[in-house]
């Protein structure tokens, strides 16, 4: 299984600043999946990230709000922009196990409250 | 459009009891299906997982699940409850023909009183 590293871990963050978090992967991937999950809620998909091209956004997801980077395919960073209360989330790094199909592994998370 | 669902938002039983969890989907395609657990402050764990061949898989911590597709449903079931399998269990549906994410179900606590 992959091991996924994901920082921050948590934050405390003021409305209206933005937050990068990074995604670092053990190995090689093609495609890294952004995750939301509000609290007491389940997961929702944000945006797929491949390398070397644009991420896929999810309905109800916007780059101007949540840009994304892949620079290489080790590594991905989520931007949640201009933040308010309700972007209060874990936001999940998740990758496909080495056959790049089935199953996602996940990281810990990065826990954000928005104040 | 793709969906899972879980019914039960909570789930108590007794440690040393039979737990079942329900999950049913709806997806235009072969489904592949999995549960995850989540224990507070942690990530998500895989449970087991189930692609194609025996309908009746096994996991990881004792639990089982068993696919019916008649029934479009994929429960999770364990025979005896231990106290540390207190967390959040979350159904989660992926195809190929999706491009392999997955759509999670809203998840199940569950409770242990001993």
């Known amino acids: 299984s992959a091991v996924i590293s994901q920082k921050p871990s948590r934050d405390i963050c003021q409305r209206g600043t933005s937050l990068t978090i990074q995604c670092q992967v053990d190995s090689q991937v093609t495609m890294m999946f952004w995750y939301r999950q509000q609290p007491g809620q389940s997961l929702t998909l944000i945006a797929t990230?491949?390398?070397?091209?644009?991420?896929?956004?999810e309905s109800g997801f916007v780059i101007d709000k949540f840009p994304i980077s892949r620079p290489n395919l080790t590594f991905s960073t989520l931007t949640v922009s201009n933040m308010s209360p309700e972007d209060s989330s874990i936001y999940l790094c998740s990758v496909h196990n080495r056959t790049g199909a089935g199953e996602l592994f996940f990281g810990e998370g990065s826990r954000l409250t928005v104040l | 459009a793709q969906s899972v669902t879980q019914p039960d938002i909570h789930i108590t039983v007794s440690e040393g009891a039979s737990l079942e969890l329900r999950c049913n989907y709806s997806?235009?395609?072969?489904?592949?299906l999995f549960w995850y657990v989540q224990s507070p402050g942690q990530g998500l764990q895989l449970l087991l997982k189930?692609?194609?061949?025996?309908?009746l898989v096994q996991g990881i911590k004792g639990f089982e699940a068993e696919f019916k597709r008649s029934q479009s449903s994929f429960n999770l079931r364990k025979p005896s409850v231990h106290w540390s399998d207190a967390a959040e269990y979350f159904c989660a549906v992926g195809a190929r023909e999706y491009g392999n994410k997955l759509v999670f179900g809203a998840g199940t606590i569950l409770r242990v009183k001993s």
């Open positions: 189930y692609f194609s061949g025996d309908t």
């Open positions: 997806y235009g395609a072969t489904p592949y």
């Open positions: 990230a491949n390398q070397g091209s644009e991420a896929t956004y």
